[in-house]
Structures are given as structure tokens and as C-alpha cells.
């Protein structure tokens, strides 16, 4: 049996449990009256990784356990964890309540790799994952061989996040021919 000064609370799954009886002296119990700020949270975050594959490539794995009136997630990176730049849109899957989601970051920059989830709902409002940081080691070792040689030399440049290495510069060979360009990746 219901009163007027009955205390409900609205669970994740959007059922409600009884807490009990709201007494307060000095306060009027009809609690009907009064105006309170009713809103359920459209994503319910319950995890957020973000993990550097073998491939040297990022890996932004979330799971939420609620979601509604949600149009999907923006996943971000940056560089200074302040500057954000969405590189990829996940749409939600709304036939599910707990849904674990991923991205593959293919070109991940060298150095720390900051990350985030956007969540974006039907009306326009949004919000935002936990931070996560990656670490991209690079390898800045120039390889040149054979030394010495005879006209042909290899020249082996580290591999950028675009997939290209660049060579500034000239190399002198016995001919005096100068060299200056990019090396792309084969």
C-alpha cells in the first residue's frame, strides 16, 4: 500500500523498489507537490580500456550495461589529453542492455595516445568515457647499408602513424649525386 509520503527509488533497469516512508519533522509529508529534477542517464558506463595491439595499432574497448535514447559513441584521441579529434563513430546497438563495444585506432601517433568515448544521445546531449592513455614507443634508428659500397645503397627509415618514412637531406655517393625525398612504404 502506497502514501503520499513513500520514498521510490528508480533502479538501472528502470524498475522501481520501495525505500520507505519519508518523516521529517517540521516538513509536510505530501511530497506530491513538489517539483524534483527527474532524469534518467542514458549510458550507464561500466568499463573503458584502451590496449596497443601487436600490430602497433589501438584498440578502445568500452561496455556499458544502459542505454537509452543513445544514437551511438564518437571515440577520440589526442595528443595532450586537451585538443580532441573524433577518428571514428561506433553506432549503438539497441536491440541489448549490456553491450561491450571496440574500435581499431590503425593510426595511432608516436608517443603517449590519449583516449575517450563520447556518447551522444537523440537530443543532442553527450558525455564522456573515463581517459585512458597508450604508449606508442617509436624506433628512430636510421639503417644504411652496405658501408662501404659500390653505388647502390639501402636505406631503412623508421615507419610514421601515415604509413610513410621521410629522408631530409642529401646522401653523397662516390659520383657526388644528392638524394632528397620520401620513402614510402612498400
Known sequence: MSTLNDLYLVN???????????????????LTSCNYPFGVLPVYWAGFAATLQNNNSMLPTWSISQQ????????????????????GFQVNNPDESSLTY???????????????IQEVDLDGNFSYSIIKTVTLSGN???SIWP??????????VPRASNGQGVISGSLHLQARRSF???????
Open 12 to 30: 538501472n533497469n528502470l524498475t522501481i523498489s520501495h525505500v520507505g516512508a519519508f518523516s521529517v519533522p517540521g516538513v509536510g509529508s505530501d
Open 68 to 87: 537509452i535514447n543513445n544514437i551511438g559513441f564518437n571515440i577520440q584521441r589526442s595528443k595532450d589529453g586537451e585538443t580532441w579529434e573524433n577518428i
Open 102 to 116: 571496440s574500435y581499431t585506432d590503425n593510426s595511432p601517433k608516436f608517443g603517449i595516445n590519449y583516449y575517450r
Open 140 to 142: 628512430n634508428t636510421v
Open 147 to 156: 658501408i662501404p659500397t659500390k653505388g647502390t645503397i639501402k636505406v631503412q
Open 180 to 186: 632528397q625525398g620520401c620513402l614510402m612504404k612498400v
